[in-house]
């Protein structure tokens, strides 16, 4: 199991939001490339970056810090936020992006996330944020009727690289994983499941691994890393490829 430091970016600072409110960003004052340096100095093999603003169609505010990103490190990334038509994961796929999170594009327009996997198989992650077991969208401000398991129905025969499993409700709260439906949707799924939401100690990690489930191939670390909770130095054990 991998653990995957988070970076979200909002008007090119990074930040961490609570239950995905923007309003209630928290700006922690740290320079974005020397940030995702040291998680490259320390063995970190995968970033997950989040673009806020495209998430609301800001496309261009972050454009020229997610390219420095990527060409600053040698790290696969994985970044989501506004990628809703082929065209733009192209573009990203031309900056080098390794794998491109789409969320609500896979609730909204099946068929155009269906082509984004097949022009990238195995690129493209399932970004499952939910409510309970209901999928959220539009940045998490809107509720779906869908739940976790019909989504997984819907993409079971496509050559999706994973799934990012996000409690909304403990996003940013230090409150712990929702395990128990990160390991009901890691049984569920064909595909592997990282677990994002509430992580907030190496105690989390241990409970995640604890549950012996060999689908869950890792987790999400934001908050806790930049709360001082967690030192991503002592989770370096954790910091692997299988």
Do not use: C
Not at 87 to 111: P, S
Not at 130 to 141: C, H, L, M, S, V
């Amino acid at each position: 199991m991998i653990v995957i430091p988070a970076i979200d970016i909002l008007d090119n600072k990074v930040v961490r939001l609570k239950q995905g409110i923007m309003e209630d960003a928290t700006n922690y004052n740290l320079d974005i490339i020397t940030l995702a340096k040291k998680y490259e100095d320390i063995g970190v093999k995968r970033l997950h970056i989040v673009d806020l603003n495209a998430a609301k169609g800001e496309f261009t505010t972050n454009a020229k810090s997610i390219e420095n990103i990527v060409k600053s490190v040698n790290i696969d990334i994985e970044l989501g936020g506004g990628i809703r038509e082929l065209k733009i994961a192209t573009h990203l796929d031309n900056l080098g992006v390794k794998y491109f999170i789409v969320g609500t594009l896979a609730v909204k327009n099946i068929d155009a996330t269906k082509e984004i996997i097949n022009h990238f198989p195995n690129r493209v992650i399932l970004g499952l944020d939910a409510k309970g077991e209901n999928i959220a969208t539009d940045g998490w401000y809107a509720k779906s009727e869908l739940k976790l398991n019909d989504m997984v129905d819907i993409y079971k025969d496509t050559k999706v690289e994973s799934i990012i499993y996000t409690d909304i409700l403990k996003d940013g709260m230090l409150e712990g994983l929702n395990l128990q439906l990160t390991d009901k949707l890691a049984l569920y799924s064909p595909f592997k499941v990282i677990a994002s939401g509430g992580l907030s100690s190496s105690d989390d990690i241990e409970k995640l691994k604890n549950l012996n489930n060999k689908n869950i191939y890792g987790v999400v670390v934001g908050k806790a890393i930049y709360e001082g909770k967690i030192s991503l130095e002592s989770l370096v054990k954790y910091i692997t490829h299988d």
